[in-house]
């Protein structure tokens, strides 16, 4: 299952839900604990003043002002002290003497107590309202949490991006494995439904012992060399493949690739030309180079019509090999050789089981890489380091 249906996808969706809730619920947090350290701050500024003979309070910060009802309507008074007075006018019931309260009026933060007149100590006869004025520091904490905002949103979406990628290649592997298992068994199940039906053509008295024991030799080393090519896929999926880096004379290796073809080579009548000058000292893992050479060799046996045509040589100053390898056959369509190295590809010229994903792996393990293309009318292999 892909796209937004899919498991992984499930999980994304939920992580950013349960992010984005984290994030609220951070920001939640830290602006209830900032404004009551605010409000405690300014509560008790105020309440030290007010226990404080007039004028001795000596504390600097928060700052302690006042205002008098008598100064309403004075044009010098700040758009914070003229919201004050005028809330206070509107509900001057609702404050006791001494007790501190809050005012706001979405731009201005303010917590006050009202002194009643004859009570003040100070050159006034109105009432006072002794204030402390916290509005920067709650636009700080305000500012903050939508900086907070932001930051978790910009996390959440970065996230979510990266989460989508991630999925999209997560999914496409889950269906890349399911589609290697259903051809895995597939082809395991073939050699299989041979050897079970000569059995019973055995048990039948259909056909010969001879030819029932060739079939079931022939149909077993196909099922043992799929489950080895198996096998080293899998190792090289959970990257435990190890590479044992020697010096060794790719000639040597390329001979013992053409022997292990040879045989079936000269029942299709299949010529194989080789062109090797001098010693080609390369270091590589030995085993993997030969699986490497041998599955392409073994490719191109299959479609070759007469003739398999191998050279090799070193370019720029001996840093760099390359081997070529080419035969007769039908030349391999743009759409097969695109995909020619995928595992268990089925394309015009047939399926290509396990052998050329394995020799590309290899390659690359060796920091190369294979590559397929048409020269004259025939299938060209490129080993390149």
Avoid at 19 to 36: D, P, Q, R, T, Y
Avoid at 294 to 323: D, G, M, W
Wanted: aromatic share 10%; proline share 2%.
């Amino acid at each position: 299952m892909s796209g937004k249906n899919s498991f992984n996808y499930r999980v994304l969706r939920w992580l950013i839900i349960l992010a984005v809730l984290s994030g609220v619920v951070i920001i939640a947090l830290f602006c209830a604990v900032e404004w009551n350290q605010i409000r405690e701050r300014a509560a008790r500024a105020l309440t030290d003043f007010a226990a404080s003979p007039w004028g001795e309070y000596d504390e600097v910060s928060p700052e302690i002002f006042f205002v008098s009802t008598e100064d309403i309507g004075d044009d010098t008074l700040s758009d914070l002290e003229r919201g004050l007075l005028a809330y206070y006018e509107k509900k001057q019931t609702a404050f006791p003497p001494e007790k501190v309260c809050h005012f706001s009026d979405g731009r201005n933060e303010a917590y006050f107590f009202v002194r009643a007149a004859g009570k003040t100590g100070a050159p006034t006869s109105g009432t006072l309202l002794v204030y402390t004025d916290m509005s920067f520091v709650t636009d700080v904490v305000r500012s903050a949490a939508i900086i907070m905002a932001f930051v978790f949103i910009g996390v959440a979406g970065l996230l979510y991006g990266a989460g989508r990628y991630t999925i999209r290649i997560l999914d496409r592997k889950d269906q890349s494995m399911q589609d290697f298992f259903a051809n895995a068994s597939h082809e395991l199940k073939t050699p299989l439904i041979a050897i079970r039906g000569y059995a019973e053509g055995l048990e039948n008295n259909i056909v010969s012992h001879e030819k029932v024991c060739a079939v079931m030799v022939k149909e077993t080393e196909r099922m043992s060399g799929l489950v080895n090519s198996i096998l080293e896929l899998s190792k090289l999926d959970g990257g435990v493949v190890q590479l044992h880096i020697a010096e060794n004379d790719v000639r040597e290796i390329l001979y013992d690739a053409i022997q292990s073809v040879e045989a079936v080579a000269e029942r299709r009548g299949i010529s194989i030309d080789f062109d090797l000058p001098g010693p080609l000292l390369f270091r590589c893992d030995e085993e993997l180079m030969f699986s490497a050479l041998s599955n392409v060799l073994t490719n191109s046996v299959r479609y070759a019509k007469s003739r398999i045509t191998i050279s090799a040589q070193f370019e720029k100053n001996r840093e760099h090999l390359k081997i070529s390898m080419s035969n007769d056959g039908q030349p391999v369509s743009e759409q097969d050789a695109a995909h020619l190295f995928e595992r268990f590809y089925q394309g015009n010229r047939g399926q290509t089981g396990l052998g050329m994903a394995l020799s590309r792996e290899y390659m690359r393990l060796h920091q190369g890489d294979i590559l397929v293309s048409v020269r004259d009318g025939k299938t060209v292999f490129e080993f390149a380091w």
